[in-house]
């Protein structure tokens, strides 16, 4: 059973608010610590200085790499190294990286790529960070992987010989195959997996809270329950899946964290029983409350796709 877990939530999951707000509500919600997107609040500052203000609020587990362009940071391998620089400065073990797209013409960063001998000497200072590279999604109206390697055998492959590690995203992966447990398999056999991004998937968008989309969420907490799996599970949702009101994002952001708890095995299942089922007429009483509570989309500018 694993019993090493770190739950964390990406602070993509709460774009909405400011960094520091959002990092209150991940400490206040009982998360372990938090996944921290490189984005636009990271343009024109002191990121060393960003990042030690926000460890004084909650840990930072990991740190995903930029996936747009921002001001000072250069292309994708440029902001790699970027951000595996800044890691090392403030103490953070991971970073996280999206591969190549040959839809956008990455060709570049594509050959950069497969330079590499070894990602962990090479990028990730002799091991002093963990490199991941992240699964990623199917997508348009074909419903096709516009990335390298979105072969579930390929990227085993070439994590293997270039000595990556891996994050493994149930929602990209399910936005492909919705029964996608025996891809997770595959990976976790490989001994590469180092964190997961956990969200649903249906209706053809990514991000959902578990349990509005069609993946079998619970069942695979169930499977990684019995594994010797030590890494993180980081919620990692869209921000509008929540209401508006901060008070009952917190809510839900208390009641997925221990929901991840006990599917896993690190909670009594009990621990559920204290979040009361809220019904309408609650909403009704408070009509700002609950807006848009159930308006899942995909992610926006700043937040992972």
């Known amino acids: 059973m694993s019993t090493g877990l770190k739950i964390s939530l990406s602070s993509g999951s709460l774009f909405t608010f400011p960094l520091p707000d959002a990092f209150e509500m991940a400490a206040e919600a009982g998360?372990?610590?938090v996944e921290l997107i490189i984005n636009q609040d990271f343009q024109r500052v002191n990121p060393v200085k960003v990042v030690r203000k926000l460890q004084e609020i909650a840990p930072i587990n990991s740190i995903h790499?930029?996936?747009?362009?921002?001001?000072?940071?250069?292309?994708?391998?440029?902001?790699?190294?970027?951000?595996?620089?800044l890691a090392a400065e403030t103490g953070i073990p991971l970073v996280n990286f999206h591969p190549p797209s040959w839809k956008h013409l990455e060709i570049g960063f594509w050959r950069w790529m497969y330079r590499i001998r070894d990602f962990q000497k090479e990028v990730g200072m002799d091991g002093v960070v963990l490199v991941t590279l992240e699964n990623m999604p199917c997508s348009g109206r074909l419903n096709i992987n516009p990335n390298i390697l979105s072969s579930t055998h390929d990227m085993i492959n070439f994590i293997h010989e270039h000595n990556l590690y891996l994050t493994f995203d149930t929602t990209h992966m399910g936005s492909g195959k919705a029964n996608f447990i025996n891809d997770f398999y595959l990976f976790y056999e490989s001994g590469r997996i180092r964190n997961i991004h956990f969200s649903d998937y249906g209706f053809n968008r990514e991000h959902l809270i578990?349990?509005?989309?069609?993946?079998?969420?619970?069942?695979?907490?169930?499977?990684?329950?019995?594994?010797?799996?030590?890494?993180?599970?980081?919620?990692e949702v869209s921000p509008h899946e929540f209401p508006k009101n901060k008070n009952l994002i917190l809510r839900s952001l208390q009641e997925l964290q221990t929901y991840i708890r006990v599917e896993t095995g690190m909670l009594p299942i009990e621990e559920m029983e204290r979040f009361e089922v809220l019904y309408p007429a609650d909403i009704e009483e408070n009509p700002d409350d609950l807006d848009d509570?159930?308006?899942?989309?995909?992610?926006e500018s700043g937040v992972a796709v």
């Open 31 to 33: 998360f372990d610590g």
């Open 65 to 85: 790499a930029p996936f747009m362009l921002l001001d000072g940071w250069g292309g994708p391998i440029q902001s790699l190294f970027h951000s595996i620089d």
């Open 210 to 235: 578990p349990g509005h989309g069609h993946l079998p969420l619970t069942r695979f907490l169930n499977h990684l329950k019995h594994t010797d799996y030590q890494g993180c599970v980081t919620l």
């Open 293 to 299: 509570y159930h308006s899942g989309s995909s992610f």
